[in-house]
């Protein structure tokens, strides 16, 4: 058995900041199913938010107003409170690491406009930004390689419960295939999000839910699953990222007609409105009609900038367009369209980063999460651009402070290795003795589809309940499911079908949960219950497992500076 203090599944920005601030005290071990700098942090483009005044003046009270209201209420505010006032010291932290920020003429980080901030506080390099940092991270962590050492294409199955205590996980290391069990006296996940669940996505292909679905099954609910967020600018049919750096920038939406039709949803943002608004807008333009040449499609509109603006700040996005599209923006518009792009629901933490089990916040001993995977939840309904690279700066940064705090003294919980073994063994011998005649690939596309066009921007009850209905139909193809490749030796085959597993799994809780919640907020737009309804639905949603299946419950949200308002841009 492999023994650590701590063992941290996850190496993007919220896995690496918290290595860092453990690494100096404990024995780190940092798991992660991709070489580390492929992890999905590292294709963020636009920039992390901070309100240092660079541009214009500003202060945490409008960064905080401003992701309260983009979160459409939901937000913790006592959490909002403590990570936009930690933001200008993370950002100088990060820059004394070696990131590298763009500048303004006179030398200072340069701030950038993103949708839904009331004034530019995207620090960026130029539209890299998620790769410097990450980058940055990971020589910081190198200068430490004594005390963490980094578990590089291993995978994590199954979280060791005992009680009310978590007491290590069992892994296997994709390259020999063999399982073995890390015990730990406390266990971070920053696993990411599971965007990989819907056709168009944005997210790279390690985005799939494992994190969140192993604490599932190890009996932690889940919060506010239904909200997902759709980005407005992905590459038409295909979902790749064009940072809403570029409509910082400056960049128009036009529709079919040629019109910047954010004139009619957002007059006073246009398209820097948040981007469940924006979306939305976008949908309805190619539903009316008045998509690009009559495609599901939207024009992005660079060409005012020019040149010279677009190779400084934006060079990354002309390069997407000419590699994959053959279009370069300096002359034309891009096609883009809506994708599946961040998950504000995850495993529910304290603003400690400390999981909790429960509406009143009991915690969970010994298991921390921060980043994508976990919900604290700043961002609510809706998440604000750069606000998710700062949150797996900050709270990546507070789980490892509270690791070091909870470690303190105690030793390493029972662990009965053989039992725990045999249990995710038996996970590959199910699916490599199935005899069955399923293409999990077909599988896999059917979800990803059902996903898209029954559980997207629009959702209503009819589409939510064939959805859920169609996804029950895929489990059961699931277990009758052909794998072709038996071997153990870095089979990608297994881990792909263990993948699809937590997909599926999490893609029927996201839709009964947008099913239960009768109002839009947010991310979930029910053209049912076009209006947002605080009187019923003012909470958070926990999503317990139970014998007869998934049960949702409220979670009351913490409202201290802003009182709920209706949201107008
Ligand atoms: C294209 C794109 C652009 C973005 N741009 C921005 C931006 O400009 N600003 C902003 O604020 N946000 C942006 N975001 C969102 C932001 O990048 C992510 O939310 C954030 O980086 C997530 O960081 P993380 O550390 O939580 O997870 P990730 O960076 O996704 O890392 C997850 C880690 O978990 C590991 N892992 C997962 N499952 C397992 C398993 N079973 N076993 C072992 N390891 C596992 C992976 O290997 C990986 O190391 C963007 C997102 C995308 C997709």
């Keep these: 058995m492999i023994q ?31 070489y580390p700098s492929r992890s999905h942090s590292g294709a963020a483009q636009g920039g992390i938010a901070a309100s240092l005044g660079n541009s214009e003046s500003d202060s945490w009270e409008e960064h905080m107003f401003d992701t309260v209201k983009g979160g459409d209420f939901l937000s913790d505010q006592d959490a909002v409170e403590e990570y936009v006032k930690a933001a200008p010291r993370v950002i100088y ?36 930004t998620g790769h410097a ?37 069992v892994v296997s290391n994709i390259q020999s295939g063999e399982v073995e069990v ?71 939406l036009l529709n079919g007609n040629g019109e910047r039709f954010m004139k009619e949803y957002a007059p006073s943002r246009m398209e820097l409105a948040p981007r469940d608004i924006v979306a939305r807008a976008e949908q309805s333009e190619m539903d009316a009609g008045r998509g690009v040449d009559g495609k ?64 009143g916040g009991t915690r969970m001993n010994g298991f921390f999460a921060a980043g994508e995977c976990a919900c604290v939840s700043v961002h609510g309904g809706n998440r604000l651009g750069t606000n998710s690279l700062l949150e797996a700066v900050v709270f990546g940064e507070r789980a490892g402070k509270s690791v070091l705090e909870y470690v303190a003294g105690i030793d390493h919980g029972n662990v ?60 059961e193809r699931f277990k009758k499911g052909k794998v072709t490749d038996k071997g153990k030796l870095f089979n990608t085959e297994i881990y792909e079908i263990l993948e699809l597993g937590n997909m599926l799994s999490i893609a029927q809780l996201i839709a009964n949960n947008a099913l239960q919640r009768k109002e839009s907020r947010g991310g979930h737009f029910r053209t049912d219950y076009p209006k947002r309804d605080d009187v019923n639905f003012l909470h958070h949603s926990m ?7 998934p049960v949702v419950k409220p979670k009351p949200v913490v409202i201290t500076k802003h009182q709920p308002a209706e949201r107008t841009y």
């Excluded at 601030?21 to 798991?31: H, I, P, S, T, Y």
């Excluded at 999503?543 to 299946?549: E, L, P, T």
Aim: contains cysteine; glycine residues 10%; hydrophobic residues 40%.
């Design 296 to 359: 599901d499609c939207i024009h992005l509109d660079l060409r005012h900038l020019g040149e010279a603006r677009i190779m400084e700040r934006l060079p990354q996005i002309r390069q997407l367009g000419i590699d994959f599209l053959g279009v370069d923006c300096v002359a034309d518009c891009l096609p883009i369209q809506p994708t599946a792009h961040y998950s504000m629901g995850g495993i529910p933490t304290d603003l400690h980063s400390h999981v909790i089990i429960d509406a």
């Design 4 to 34: 650590h203090d701590v063992v941290i599944v996850g190496a993007g920005l919220a896995g690496m900041r918290s290595a860092l601030e453990v690494c100096k005290e404990l024995d780190v071990g940092m798991l992660t199913k991709v």
């Design 93 to 128: 932290e990060l820059e004394h690491m070696g990131c590298v920020f763009s500048r303004t003429p006179d030398g200072k980080i340069a701030q950038r406009s993103f949708g839904g901030h009331s004034k530019p506080r995207a620090c960026f390099s130029a539209d890299r």
């Design 416 to 475: 009965n290795e053989g039992r725990e073994k045999a249990r995710v063994l038996k996970k590959f011998e199910d699916v490599f003795q199935r005899d069955g005649s399923e293409s999990y690939n077909a599988i896999r596309e059917e979800m990803k589809e059902v996903m898209m066009t029954h559980c997207g921007v629009f959702r209503d009850a009819e589409k939510l309940n064939v959805c859920i209905e169609t996804l029950q139909g895929l489990q």
């Design 133 to 169: 940092i990450l980058h940055a991270l990971h020589e910081q962590l190198l200068k430490n390689a004594k005390s963490v050492k980094i578990y590089n294409e291993w995978y994590m199955h199954a979280l060791i419960v005992d009680g009310d205590r978590c007491n290590g996980v």
């Design 543 to 549: 999503v317990y497992g139970s014998q007869n299946g």
């Design 182 to 252: 890390i015990q730990a006296k406390a266990v971070v996940f920053c696993t990411g999000g599971y965007g990989r669940v819907f056709k168009i996505t944005s997210n790279a292909f390690a985005s799939t839910a494992d994190g969140v679905m192993a604490a599932y099954a190890a009996g932690i609910p889940l919060e506010d699953l239904e909200f997902v967020q759709f980005h407005p600018s992905g590459l038409y049919r295909q979902g790749i990222l064009f940072s809403e750096a570029a409509r910082g920038e400056g960049a128009y």
